[in-house]
């Protein structure tokens, strides 16, 4: 049996658009065609492929098939490049979807996109999510690489290191002089409230261990977005971690360890020239901005580098 590669894109559109009424605008067809494809290739592979809500869900059998479309697209434009059709075209423009962690997007990820799409003619789809959950996203197929702290590759990737990136606990002046008028102390945590990215962040909970001080019924406030994070620490909502590549013009620090997350780039095992180039641009912007090596001493103490399990260090 062989999957018919204009099916499988099919179900790709409709994972992308999230309906079948959208997939069928972005294939120039009707909606009932796209239901008949779908239709098609289900009873052809014996599965479900799609779960029809709204957004439509893929199932474990419509990511292989959504993962393999991805595939042969980028192949496929590889090959059209190498034989000087898209040159011909006028340079027809390919989207590529990447996941990345919410703070790496803020403060480093973009610049090398941005230089990509201008030399390349390329359209990123880019998926936001924490650096622990972006793996997933290649597993499914939703995604044709991903920044990652996960080291051990998904099944058919490859990865490789890009580097630290560094966080350090700030506050506004005023609010420092209020809740830390004689430094972080134990008691002065205790009280101060902070800001966490969402409930799956533990960045903050973990310096605040490294520092002796159990979280449980200190203050906090809920800021979900890189940017408006730094920003509500920067009006004295509370106080925070707060990566060392954004701007903390105004910001104090607290002292304390320096978390450092650990930032991989996993991409789907192909020799495709369009996804190394990705690859390597974005390595060379990660060796340019992010540490390469923790702060070493001869004993380090646990809390001088700290894993970042979950939250907005990693977005992704």
Same mark, same amino acid.
């Given at each position: 049996?062989?999957?018919? %590669? ?24 009707? %909606? ?51 034989? $000087? ?11 590529? %979807? ?7 997007? &803020? ?10 799409? /201008? ?12 650096? /622990? ?7 499914? @197929?939703?995604?044709? &690489?991903? #920044? ?7 099944? $058919?990737?490859?990865?490789? /290191?890009? @580097? ?8 506004? %002046? ?72 954004? /701007? ?7 002292? $304390? ?28 912007? &990660? ?7 923790? #702060? ?21």
């Amino acid at each position: 049996m062989k999957i018919d %590669p204009e099916l499988a894109a099919t179900v790709a559109a409709i994972d992308d658009e999230g309906t079948l009424d959208a997939a069928s605008r972005r294939l120039q067809i009707t %909606p009932s065609a796209v239901s008949q494809r779908l239709k098609t290739l289900e009873q052809q592979l014996g599965r479900i492929l799609v779960v029809r809500t709204k957004p439509a869900r893929l199932t474990a059998a419509g990511e292989a098939v959504v993962r393999l479309a991805r595939q042969i697209a980028l192949l496929e434009h590889d090959a059209m490049v190498g034989v $000087g059709v898209e040159e011909d075209d006028g340079g027809r423009r390919v989207s590529i %979807p990447l996941a990345v962690n919410a703070d790496s997007m &803020a403060t480093w990820f973009l610049a090398p996109l941005g230089r990509l799409s /201008n030399e390349r003619g390329i359209d990123f789809d880019l998926h936001r999510d924490d650096q /622990n959950f972006t793996a997933r996203l290649l597993e499914s @197929g939703a995604v044709m &690489a991903a #920044v990652t702290s996960e080291d051990t590759p998904v099944a $058919g990737c490859s990865v490789s /290191n890009l @580097g630290m990136l560094e966080y350090r606990a700030m506050a506004e %002046p005023g609010f420092a002089a209020r809740w830390f008028p004689q430094g972080a102390t134990v008691d002065a945590l205790r009280a101060a409230p902070f800001v966490d990215f969402d409930r799956r962040d533990t960045l903050q909970r973990e310096w605040l261990a490294a520092m002796a001080v159990d979280q449980e019924g200190v203050p906090r406030h809920y800021v979900p977005a890189s940017h408006d994070y730094a920003l509500a620490v920067s009006f004295g909502l509370g106080w925070g971690l707060v990566p060392v590549l954004q /701007n903390s013009e105004g910001l104090v620090p607290l002292g $304390g360890p320096t978390v450092r997350v650990q930032l991989y780039w996993q991409q789907w095992n192909l020799q495709s020239e369009l996804l190394d180039s990705i690859a390597a641009e974005v390595a060379a912007e &990660a060796r340019r901005v992010l540490s390469a090596e923790p #702060v070493r001493t001869k004993q380090k103490p646990k809390s001088q580098v700290l894993r970042r399990s979950q939250g907005h260090g990693a977005g992704a």
